[in-house]
Structures are given as structure tokens and as C-alpha cells.
């Protein structure tokens, strides 16, 4: 028989209800001032099982003080706003492979998932990789489009169950002609890039008022230029939910050797030629329009920057998942 004392059962008792007291206090303090909450990115998707109160939602500040805010004061609120899940969903599931951001993350509760064989997805830029399809059509059997201006089909084996389209997506549609090529070693890259928005993509392949239950988005930082559109042309109330891969801030110029990527070197422009105001008021008036964040998957090592007043790593790509909860007011099927 092991015999423990009472006295230190009591201090060890009393230890952990101080600390647990102090986490609680901690953990509500920062959802309404936003503190940093570094001390809890160990485990950082726990959060995303809490019941979600939107009262007390971290909320991203008006156009006139982000306009006022310096780099850092940007980066900050940017980290604090993405950080705090909007949306509790029960049924995360990953679509694609988990340790890649070729997979996406998507809410399967009951009022979200894609009905199975009835449903729509469309997805913006692959660079002709399908795991996300493909996972989508083993899972769903949707009707998949998928969307990327860049390359070259000759020699590419697409699969049966991806309508692809050499079609990129944009604020406006026009030719982009000679655009510039991120992926530094991609040789196939294509000269002219026939540029649409999402309204008038829609509108030709004849799915007018008819759900998408998966609208993907990867587009190398042009998110910023083109979401402005797609939230205002009135298309969103048709949209289950979004995965969007998202570029935060200033850009960055990928560094090889021996062809092969070795690191990162911040530039001085941003991302969509976007300012990092704007792209926060992007992420506002995205929330202002019913979609909420459920799940983030930051891709980390690829441009982490380091900010100051208080020191912080900051991812700026992640990979972000939302639902839109005004499709919890709707009838299944509308």
C-alpha cells in the first residue's frame, strides 16, 4: 500500500486549481483584448473543439485605424484574428494528403458535407496535381471543376472525374499576358492566361443559383485582388464552405540550391499587389458575409516572419477553412 500524505495532496490540489483558474482567466482576457496567446500554440487546434461564442470573437478594427497601423501593429492583428476559431465543427475531415497542402480541410457535419453524387466542387489552381479531386470523388462523387491557367495540358494525364479548365480566376476577366512565374523552375509555364471571375465562370458552365458545396481557392496570393469581387457579385449565398490557402503581407522570393528550394527572402511587395490593410478588411468583410473560420493549418517554415512590440512569429501562409452559417437558415438542397 502507497501511502501519500494529505498535506500534499492538498498543496498539489490546490496547485492545479490555481493554474487551471489562471488558464481560464488567461484564455477569456484574450479572446476580448486579444493577448498573445503563445503560451497555448502547442496545442493549438484544441481550441477549434470549444463551443464558440461570437460575442466574444476577436473582431478585425475599422478601415480608418487599419489605415493607421504600422507593419507590426498589421501583423499582430492579423495573428490574433486568425487564431481564434469562429465556428465549432464537429466532423473535420481532410480531403487529400494530410502532411502536404495538396489536402484541404473540410466541415462533414450534417448541415456542410456534400450530398453524395448531387453535389459541386470547384477548384482554383492544382499546377495538375488532383489529390484534392480525387479524394472529393472518392468521398462524394461530385461534379468537380477544376481551374488553372499556368501550364500546358499536352502530355498530362487528367483524371475522368475533373472537368478541367484552362481558365484562371480573377478580379475582372481579360488576357493576363506574360505573367510573371512563381514556381521559378516550372518551364511549361503558358504565355497567356485567360483570366475570369468567378460570377461569369459560373454563369458559363450553366450553374446559376445552384450550390457549391466546395469552393477552393489557391491562387499564390491573387486571393486578395480577387475575393473583393466574388464577395460583392452576390455569389457567396451559393457557397457551403471555402478552403482557401491565404498569403499574408509582404511576398517573398523563393531561394534555391541545386534546384531545389532552400529557403525564403522577404521582398518588398505584397501579395496581389494588395496592400496589408486591405488585405485584412478582405478577411473583415469575408466574416461580414457569413463565413466563419473552423479549422487553420499554417504551412510553416515558408514565410514565418518574425515581428516585434511584442515579439511574435507570424505564419503568414496558411491554409484556412470556413463555412458559411447562413446556409444553416436554409433548406438542405437550396
Not at 78 to 96: A, D, H, M, V
Amino acid at each position: 500500500m502507497v501511502l501519500v500524505s494529505r498535506s500534499f495532496v492538498s498543496r498539489n490540489t490546490y496547485t492545479l486549481a490555481i493554474t487551471t483558474t489562471l488558464i481560464v482567466i488567461l484564455t477569456a482576457y484574450g479572446y476580448n483584448n486579444g493577448i498573445s496567446m503563445s503560451m497555448f500554440q502547442h496545442d493549438r487546434y484544441s481550441i477549434f473543439d470549444r463551443d464558440i461564442n461570437e460575442s466574444l470573437l476577436y473582431r478585425i478594427p475599422s478601415d480608418n485605424q487599419l489605415d493607421g497601423m504600422d507593419d507590426n501593429t498589421l501583423y499582430h492583428t492579423f495573428w490574433k484574428y486568425i487564431n481564434l476559431p469562429q465556428y465549432r465543427c464537429y466532423n473535420r475531415t481532410r480531403l487529400g494528403p494530410t502532411k502536404s497542402d495538396k489536402g484541404k480541410n473540410i466541415c462533414a457535419d450534417d448541415k456542410f458535407k456534400p450530398a453524395p453524387s448531387s453535389c459541386l466542387v470547384y477548384s482554383f489552381g492544382s499546377n495538375f496535381d488532383f489529390q484534392f479531386e480525387e479524394a472529393v470523388w472518392r468521398t462524394y462523387k461530385c461534379e468537380i471543376h477544376t481551374f488553372d491557367p499556368s501550364r500546358s495540358v499536352t502530355g498530362v494525364t487528367i483524371p475522368n472525374e475533373v472537368n478541367f479548365h484552362l481558365i484562371g480566376l480573377s478580379g475582372k476577366s481579360y488576357i493576363r499576358s506574360s505573367p510573371e512565374n512563381w514556381r521559378t523552375l516550372q518551364k511549361e509555364s503558358r504565355t497567356d492566361w485567360k483570366m475570369q471571375t468567378l460570377n461569369e465562370i459560373i454563369k458559363s458552365l450553366n450553374h446559376t443559383n445552384r450550390n457549391i458545396d466546395i469552393l477552393k481557392i489557391d491562387i499564390e496570393g491573387w486571393e486578395w485582388s480577387t475575393l473583393p469581387e466574388i464577395i460583392t457579385s452576390g455569389v457567396l449565398p451559393y457557397v457551403k464552405q471555402i478552403c482557401i490557402e491565404i498569403h499574408f503581407g509582404y511576398g517573398f522570393q523563393v531561394l534555391y540550391k541545386a534546384k531545389k528550394p532552400v529557403a525564403v527572402k522577404f521582398t518588398s511587395e505584397k501579395w496581389g499587389n494588395v496592400e496589408i490593410p486591405d488585405q485584412l478588411k478582405v478577411l473583415r468583410n469575408l466574416n461580414d458575409t457569413g463565413f466563419r473560420i473552423f479549422m487553420i493549418d499554417p504551412i510553416r517554415h515558408w514565410g514565418t516572419r518574425h515581428v516585434h512590440s511584442p515579439a511574435l512569429d507570424v505564419d503568414t501562409l496558411m491554409e484556412l477553412s470556413l463555412v458559411n452559417i447562413n446556409k444553416l437558415a436554409i433548406v438542405p438542397g437550396s
